[in-house]
């Protein structure tokens, strides 16, 4: 099974955007993925709904729409609306199993997120609730960070504790993938690679074809 590639439009002109979409389709991505930050849960502000919104009405791409906001089950039916994978954070305040089951409720794939500090073990009771996890590899809040090895270890394990449980779940990994760090992170584990910086340039069609050669 080759690896899937989802985008992240956090570094692109969203003026733009409509010919950045089409070009990402085109090169074959398989999924677009969309960065939420609130300003409270990251130092930083990035966009909600109406963006999300609107790149749906203008893509068949699924959107994977990654929450970086506290508690963010008050705004889970809202989200629901638009995305295809609604993934939140562990350390973000909400219920993490009801989160997961409400997600699910809502018609959407859950995907539970974890920071750099999180322990791998410390997720693995929810794995059955999960259709994907995400293994931050940056500190989230910014595009254009460099990669920390240390998710590759994370990936591991997490990938060992799937087969543990005879669950069959997305493993995505998240911040500073580049040509470098994509094979290491596919060959720890990692089935979804998010892309930043690193594809939102001039290559931006070599590049999306060597991630989705990996
Ligand atoms: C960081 C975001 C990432 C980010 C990735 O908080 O979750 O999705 O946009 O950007 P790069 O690939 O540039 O690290
Ligand atoms: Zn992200």
């Known amino acids: 099974m080759s690896v899937k590639l989802a985008p992240s439009v956090l570094t692109a002109d969203f003026l733009e955007l409509t010919a950045d979409i089409q070009a990402l389709e085109a090169a074959g991505v398989d999924m677009l993925h ?59 305040g909400s219920d993490v199993a009801e989160t997961l089951k409400e997600i699910r409720r809502l018609g959407c794939k859950a995907c539970l997120t974890v920071k750099p500090c999180t322990a791998p073990e410390e997720i693995f009771e929810f794995l059955p609730l999960c259709d994907m996890v995400l293994v931050m590899s940056v500190e989230p809040g910014f595009g254009g960070q460099k990669f920390m090895p240390e998710a590759l270890d994370k990936l591991s394990a997490l990938r060992a504790e799937c087969q543990k449980q005879g669950l069959h779940i997305d493993l995505e990994v998240d911040g500073g993938i580049n040509g470098e760090t994509a094979p290491l992170a596919v060959k720890a584990g990692a089935t979804v690679l998010v892309a930043g910086s690193y594809v939102f340039s001039p290559e931006m069609q070599e590049r999306v074809e060597y991630l989705k050669s990996l």
């Open 34 to 92: 969309m960065d939420v930050m609130d300003g409270i849960f990251v130092p930083n502000i990035s966009f909600g709904m109406p963006l999300i919104r609107s790149v749906k009405r203008h893509t068949r791409l699924p959107l994977d729409v990654h929450l970086m906001i506290d508690r963010p089950h008050r705004y889970l039916a809202e989200f629901a609306e638009a995305a295809d994978i609604l993934g939140f954070h562990y350390e973000a």
